[in-house]
């Protein structure tokens, strides 16, 4: 399944077409729903600032081994805000 929200760069035949001829469910977000998914756009952000930005990986296999540490330290490390 393919989720977005209803950009005129996700609802366009160019786009939509591709996902169509695989076979994959699209989903859009409601029209006027900018905050429905506003917890994985925050989560992303803070996965980009405190990780991503500051790291130089030299190709997509240390990047993915880079992120699955760092989403155990975001899970079981990293000091939480609203919990004090």
Do not use: C
Request: zero cysteines.
């Amino acid at each position: 399944m393919f989720n977005t929200d209803q950009g005129s760069q996700f609802t366009s035949p160019r786009f939509l077409t591709p996902l169509k001829a695989a076979e994959i469910q699209i989903s859009m977000d409601g029209k006027g729903r900018a905050i429905d998914n506003i917890f994985i756009e925050r989560l992303w952000r803070t996965v980009k600032y405190e990780h991503i930005y500051l790291h130089a990986y030299p190709d997509s296999l240390d990047l993915e081994r880079g992120l699955a540490k760092y989403f155990h330290f975001y899970n079981y490390g990293r000091k939480l805000q609203s919990l004090d």
